[in-house]
C-alpha cells in the first residue's frame, strides 16, 4: 500500500496573510484550480484508490478537481482535518481553517461519502464559531 499525502492547491486564504487567514470557508485562486489540475498527470488515480479527503473548502476542491472522471472513493472525515500546530492551550482555529458544516457538504459534495460514525464533537468543536457558510 502506497500512501501520498496531499494537501491543497493555494487557497484564498494565502493571498494576503496574516490578514487573509481570517477569510471563512476560502476557497482555490485560480493558481490553486491550476495546481490541483496537474495533479492528474503527477499522481494518477484509478478506481482502486481512496481519497480520504479534509471537511474544508480547498480540500474538498483539490480532491474534486484531481479525481474528476475516476470513480474512486472518496471519503470526507474531520480526522484528517487543520490542527494548530504546534498546540496551544486555549487557541482558538482560525477562520479559514474552519470545517464546513456536514449540511453544505451534503449539497455540494454530493457524490462523496461523509464519515458521519464519529463523535459529533468530532465534527462540532471545529465549527464553533463558523457565523456563515456558502451554500
Not at 487557497?11 to 496574516?18: A, D, Q, Y
Amino acid at each position: 500500500m502506497e500512501l501520498i499525502f496531499i494537501r491543497h492547491g493555494q487557497g484564498e486564504h494565502t493571498l494576503n496573510m496574516p490578514s487573509s487567514l481570517h477569510i471563512q470557508d476560502p476557497a482555490l485562486t485560480k493558481e490553486g484550480i491550476l495546481q490541483a489540475q496537474l495533479l492528474r498527470n503527477q499522481f494518477l488515480l484509478s478506481v482502486t484508490d481512496l481519497i480520504v479527503i479534509s471537511p474544508i473548502r480547498r480540500t474538498l476542491q483539490t480532491a474534486m478537481i484531481w479525481s474528476e472522471g475516476i470513480d474512486c472513493t472518496k471519503i470526507i472525515t474531520p480526522l484528517v482535518s487543520p490542527r494548530i500546530f504546534p498546540f496551544k492551550k486555549k487557541s482558538k482555529t482560525l477562520p479559514c481553517d474552519e470545517l464546513m458544516r456536514r449540511e453544505a457538504i451534503k449539497i455540494e459534495f454530493a457524490k462523496y461519502t461523509l464519515q458521519e460514525d464519529l463523535p459529533t464533537h468530532l465534527w462540532d468543536k471545529w465549527n464553533k464559531y463558523i457565523t456563515r457558510t456558502r451554500v
